[in-house]
């Protein structure tokens, strides 16, 4: 499962982001070419219509405007939760075993695709190759929240954390766990966000952020249990909190891709 790192946010995040907000025309290609890329030394992409071989991140992002792509999905699925996936199976188990994938929405008539990644380190950087597969109908999230859904969702999910993670003892270890936790919050502080994408997506990107940085640091710190059961509980314990965090992730950065009137949340909606 892709999780905020060096770049607090997955590769299919920083391309959907910045993918969107070219095709929404509030970004030129190079910047939205640029901020895709990241600290990465390459992207390249393979079986973009209309393009034989590979070609750079900016060529495929203009080759799937004029194909008939308007906007674009993140999706982050891990093993046992394929939530996000139109199929078919072949690409579905492609984009579990990759942790992360954009899908397209078009224009009717157009076909649905996918970019799925594959990370190759090298000594100037890692290599990225995007792989462009035909997908089924992309109109809508397959089961992930809007953004309304997942303000409320990381709202809910973010007091849970707290009880969570005050109930796991991470008494060892804890200067290196503070040490985690403040890298966490200088990488998701300075994440650069298009401006296209609207304050509520913006402050949920960078909720979900840090509370996927930090259940990666609860998960890998170790705790008091002794036994497999209690370990079994603590993993327990964090991964429905971290299946609402990916979900919320995808939702907001994939806002742009929403219906252009959803409904605002009410009252009611907010009422636990």
Known sequence: MPTPSRAALPRAALLTLWGNAHLRGSASLDDAAAHAVGADALHRVVGVPGEDGDVPIGIALARLRLSGV???????????????????AAFNVDAVAAGEAVITVSRPGAPALALVPAVAPSEGGDVVRWDVVEVGPS??????????????QLAESLIEATE???ALDLARGREEVAGRL????????RLDLPG?????????????????????????????????????????TLRPLRRAARHALCAACSAEAEPAHEPAPGPKAWRR
């Not at 109109?139 to 409320?152: C, K, M, Y």
């Not at 949920?204 to 996927?212: D, K, Y």
Request: aromatic content about 0%.
């Open 164 to 166: 969570a993670l005050a």
């Open 139 to 152: 109109a809508h999230p397959h089961g992930l929240p809007t953004l309304s859904e997942a303000e409320r």
């Open 196 to 236: 296209s994408l609207s304050p509520r997506a913006q402050r949920a990107v960078v909720q979900a952020a840090r509370l996927l940085g930090i259940l990666e640091v609860a998960a890998s710190t170790p705790g008091a249990e002794v036994t497999a059961g209690e370990a079994q509980a603590r993993e327990a």
């Open 182 to 189: 403040q890298s966490l919050e200088r990488r998701v502080s």
């Open 70 to 88: 308007e906007a674009l999905r993140v999706v982050l699925p891990e093993p046992g939760d394929p939530t996000g996936l139109p199929g078919p």
